[in-house]
């Protein structure tokens, strides 16, 4: 298991901020690898590291999460657009609750089933 130099709640809490910040811009979608290269342009100054290494925020999510596009679907405030085999990604703006990530965590995702008795 790889061993970062912050927490993960500050880890997250960064992310979300990040891409918060970069999706609010003009309420327009962004192509999901300029969102990529946004979160680590704008992440660097935090300085992530593993074992004395400097990663970037997309290597984090990758490692931990299978990627960012996993990390995205996680929640329901962010959106995924796929237009001619495109993805872009959109913020849902008002499903943030005060600034609690965890209210937006999906249960499960679409490719999930629950069954109910």
Same mark, same amino acid.
């Given at each position: 298991m790889t061993q970062w130099n912050l927490s993960e709640a500050h880890i997250f809490e960064i992310?979300? +901020?990040?891409?918060?910040?970069?999706?609010?811009?003009?309420? +327009?979608s962004y192509h999901l690898n300029k969102v990529v290269e946004l979160l680590n342009k704008e992440a660097i100054k935090y300085k992530l590291n593993d074992n004395k290494k400097l990663n970037s925020f997309s290597k984090y999510? +990758?490692? &931990?999460?299978? $990627?960012?596009?996993?990390?995205? &679907?996680?929640? @329901?405030?962010? $959106?995924?657009?796929?237009? @001619? +085999?495109?993805r872009y990604v959109t913020l849902y703006k008002e499903l943030i609750k005060n600034g609690d990530f965890n209210y937006g965590k999906r249960i499960t995702k679409d490719s999930d089933w629950i069954i109910i008795c």
């Open positions: 992310i979300h +901020k990040t891409l918060i910040n970069i999706l609010s811009d003009e309420n +327009k999510l +990758k490692i &931990e999460h299978r $990627g960012i596009l996993n990390f995205i &679907e996680e929640y @329901n405030f962010y $959106g995924i657009i796929v237009d @001619n +085999k495109q």
